[in-house]
């Protein structure tokens, strides 16, 4: 294998011992790749976007079990079953997992739900 065959190949394997002149070209490559890579090239390794909005949930105890307080934006309200499992996505986080035994929808003043009470036990 010629001279140049073998550099090459110590870069590919990164074979040169710390502190020397290969090492040194290596690292400054991947420290300019990172640095000076322009802002538009697209790597596709954009984060999750979370919601902005954070869903509170106000946890009491009562009885043998917990009521929980759950804002109705976090809510599809559709269907029972549907209502249940939202209230459940937005309680397991806090709570872990949770039977809901039942729930009431808090209104306001026009009627509108703004809020779920939700009884359960674990």
């Known amino acids: 294998?010629?001279?140049?065959?073998?550099?090459?190949?110590?870069?590919?394997?990164?074979?040169?011992?710390?502190?020397?002149?290969?090492?040194?070209?290596?690292?400054?490559?991947?420290?300019?790749?990172?640095?000076?890579?322009?802002?538009?090239?697209?790597?596709?390794?954009?984060?999750?976007?979370?919601?902005?909005?954070?869903?509170?949930?106000?946890?009491?105890?009562?009885?043998?079990?917990?009521?929980?307080?759950?804002d109705a934006a976090a809510v599809k309200a559709d269907s029972d079953a549907d209502i249940r499992e939202s209230l459940s996505r937005v309680i397991e986080p806090v709570a872990g997992y949770v039977t809901i035994d039942r729930y009431e929808a808090v209104r306001d003043n026009k009627q509108n739900v703004v809020a779920y009470k939700v009884w359960g036990h674990r």
């Open 1 to 70: 294998m010629s001279k140049l065959g073998q550099t090459l190949k110590g870069y590919i394997w990164w074979t040169s011992p710390r502190g020397s002149v290969r090492y040194d070209v290596m690292v400054t490559l991947i420290l300019a790749f990172i640095f000076l890579t322009p802002h538009w090239v697209n790597f596709r390794d954009k984060p999750v976007e979370r919601s902005p909005h954070q869903t509170e949930v106000v946890v009491q105890p009562e009885g043998d079990g917990f009521l929980y307080k759950v």
